[in-house]
């Protein structure tokens, strides 16, 4: 089956699950993924986060260990971040990924995909992008860029393959353009045809920047998707989409 499903109002995880899957959504929003494996059940959590640098409410004090108290208080299994720094002066020079791995004590199967970088006199180069902390071993890797026709932000798609016991699960960690006309491009043009082509399930974790009545959004429930929202409603701000393989279009 496919999913989507919108942690935020603005924000979501799309993907395609094997047979035999089943979700979860907790109070937290995370999204747990449960499938039997010959005579065992694997559970995945699955939660979503644009930590936005690791910037507060506090006037935008950086500050990464709430956002690894909140990671680890989440129990997830598998971790999708957006807007991570590395080397960037206004978050001092971190490594984000791997700073948030260390205070997480996530195993060392951390990924980090830049979207963009630029150069900060004093520092040097800087990084920005996408990234995922995962429980579990990553088979592996690669970045898709994105289209931006209208020369927006460069955005990227991570791809990352783990092996989950005797099953792989292919994560697609994004952030989408705010730019209205580039996202069309970057879902149906990308982003749907990265997800035909895997032969493992997939979830596609990311801030989407589209609200559920969105042409993108509206593309996906019209060419893949079922809308699960009110099986799955916890919270009014919650947007849940599945696809059947068998459906016939």
Known sequence: MFLAVGMETLGGLVGSLREGFELVMD???S??????????????????????????????VVNLERTAREIVASGADIV?????????????????????????????????????????FGSGLWYYGNGVLS??????????PLPNPERGETRKVASVRLQVGMEQVVIYGTHLSVITEERPAQVGGEILALARGEDASVILAGDLNARPDSPEVEELVNEWFLDTYPEMNTDPGVYIFRHCNTRSH
Do not use: C, M
């Open 80 to 120: 999708v971040l957006s807007e991570l720094d590395r080397n960037r002066q206004r978050s001092g020079r971190q490594d984000q990924i791997a700073e948030l791995q260390r205070l997480t004590e996530f195993p060392p199967h951390a990924v980090f995909h830049s979207a963009t970088s630029g150069y900060e």
């Open 31 to 60: 999204l747990t993924a449960v499938f039997s494996e010959a005579a065992q059940s694997t559970t995945l959590t699955i939660l979503y986060w644009n930590i936005q640098h690791g910037k507060g409410n506090d006037g935008g």
């Open 135 to 144: 429980k579990f071993p990553v088979v592996a890797d690669q970045g898709y």
């Open 27 to 29: 109070k937290s929003h």
